[in-house]
């Protein structure tokens, strides 16, 4: 994908001069398009969206679970009380038209739905629904991620809707983030209400211990699409996953860990708050399930391989 400099000599990945987006029904190049200042998404962060890949397959370019994506995106636009005027099979349509209208084959697409004018606390009924998308390699990147524990929790689910993706529930990964990399860390990992381990900033934490793989239960965290791949595969190759509450100390001495996530895809760790855990990635279930996932959403057939 090509890039353009902006006046400060930024780098912007996101478009260029062609870029085409879908917004409200019609296609647009995206540097021609724009959304009012007074909107509701803009002032109060009251907005609902998804993150899906696609990627270059023998049959093509294919989105990996689009239809579990926009399901998603309904079921949080329906928890927020905002209308989506689009089904799931016209969105999906509208994505793949995207793609290649952009001439995208592995790519990062971003649906937002947002709200018109209302600085009022009440939701506002009018609803503008835009997709883009871009060429994004892997969120976190492809070494071993050093965490840090936040000191900042996710939010009590007594106070929002945690397992809706909501564009204002950010601003607390936005926090943890910035937290740990001002400290030297690469990534966040954030707690819950009870001290116990959620999840990432933009994506959900596996640890390995004896060869059972544990994860925080649904309840606190955004139940990821990648994650639940992770339960499919894991069970495909015979890896016993629990989910159950455990604090950051119960992960110091684990095997490894990492996270998943749509943008992240499976990302290996290598550390919490500088306890290193005990096998290198390449020996750890993690690598393995990485492995399948990779082939599972280019659609090759997967082979079972023995760890050493």
């Given at each position: 994908m090509a890039f353009f400099m902006d006046k400060k000599q930024k780098i912007v990945m996101y478009y260029n001069d062609n870029t085409i987006v879908f917004l409200d029904g019609k296609w647009a190049r995206a540097l021609g398009s724009s959304a009012s200042i007074y909107g509701q998404t803009l002032h109060y962060g009251l907005g609902v969206f998804e993150g899906m890949r696609s990627y270059k397959t023998e049959d093509g370019t294919k989105i990996f679970k689009a239809k579990e994506h926009y399901e998603r995106l309904h079921y949080s636009a329906r928890k927020m009380q905002i209308e989506l005027p689009y089904s799931v099979d016209q969105l999906t349509e509208f994505s793949y038209e995207l793609l290649e209208k952009?001439?995208?084959?592995?790519?990062?697409?971003?649906?937002?739905?947002?709200?018109?004018?209302n600085m009022s606390l009440q939701t506002e009924s009018k609803t503008h629904v835009l997709l883009c998308a871009w060429e994004w390699g892997r969120y976190l990147g492809e070494g071993q991620l050093e965490l840090?524990?936040?000191?900042?929790?996710?939010?009590?689910p007594k106070s929002c809707f945690v397992e809706a993706k909501v564009t204002g529930h950010y601003t607390n990964s936005i926090l943890a983030t910035n937290e740990a990399k001002r400290a030297g860390y690469d990534e966040a990992l954030l707690l819950d209400?009870?001290?116990?381990?959620?999840?990432?900033?933009?994506?959900?934490?596996?640890?390995?211990?004896?060869?059972?793989?544990?994860t925080a239960p649904k309840g606190n965290i955004l139940q990821g699409i990648t994650r639940q791949t992770i339960f499919e595969l894991a069970e495909e190759l015979g890896f016993r996953v629990v989910e159950k509450y455990f604090t950051p100390q119960e992960v110091y001495d684990a095997d490894g860990a990492f996270f998943t996530g749509t943008a992240a895809e499976v990302a290996g760790i290598k550390s919490l708050d500088g306890h290193v855990f005990k096998f290198p990635w390449e020996h750890t279930m993690g690598v393995e399930l990485a492995s399948a996932y990779k082939n599972r959403v280019q659609k090759k057939e997967y082979k079972h391989f023995e760890l050493v």
């Amino acid at each position: 994908m090509a890039f353009f400099m902006d006046k400060k000599q930024k780098i912007v990945m996101y478009y260029n001069d062609n870029t085409i987006v879908f917004l409200d029904g019609k296609w647009a190049r995206a540097l021609g398009s724009s959304a009012s200042i007074y909107g509701q998404t803009l002032h109060y962060g009251l907005g609902v969206f998804e993150g899906m890949r696609s990627y270059k397959t023998e049959d093509g370019t294919k989105i990996f679970k689009a239809k579990e994506h926009y399901e998603r995106l309904h079921y949080s636009a329906r928890k927020m009380q905002i209308e989506l005027p689009y089904s799931v099979d016209q969105l999906t349509e509208f994505s793949y038209e995207l793609l290649e209208k952009n001439n995208l084959g592995d790519a990062y697409i971003r649906p937002l739905v947002f709200l018109g004018e209302n600085m009022s606390l009440q939701t506002e009924s009018k609803t503008h629904v835009l997709l883009c998308a871009w060429e994004w390699g892997r969120y976190l990147g492809e070494g071993q991620l050093e965490l840090m524990t936040s000191s900042f929790q996710r939010p009590n689910p007594k106070s929002c809707f945690v397992e809706a993706k909501v564009t204002g529930h950010y601003t607390n990964s936005i926090l943890a983030t910035n937290e740990a990399k001002r400290a030297g860390y690469d990534e966040a990992l954030l707690l819950d209400m009870n001290g116990y381990v959620a999840e990432g900033p933009g994506a959900n934490f596996f640890y390995e211990k004896e060869n059972t793989l544990y994860t925080a239960p649904k309840g606190n965290i955004l139940q990821g699409i990648t994650r639940q791949t992770i339960f499919e595969l894991a069970e495909e190759l015979g890896f016993r996953v629990v989910e159950k509450y455990f604090t950051p100390q119960e992960v110091y001495d684990a095997d490894g860990a990492f996270f998943t996530g749509t943008a992240a895809e499976v990302a290996g760790i290598k550390s919490l708050d500088g306890h290193v855990f005990k096998f290198p990635w390449e020996h750890t279930m993690g690598v393995e399930l990485a492995s399948a996932y990779k082939n599972r959403v280019q659609k090759k057939e997967y082979k079972h391989f023995e760890l050493v």
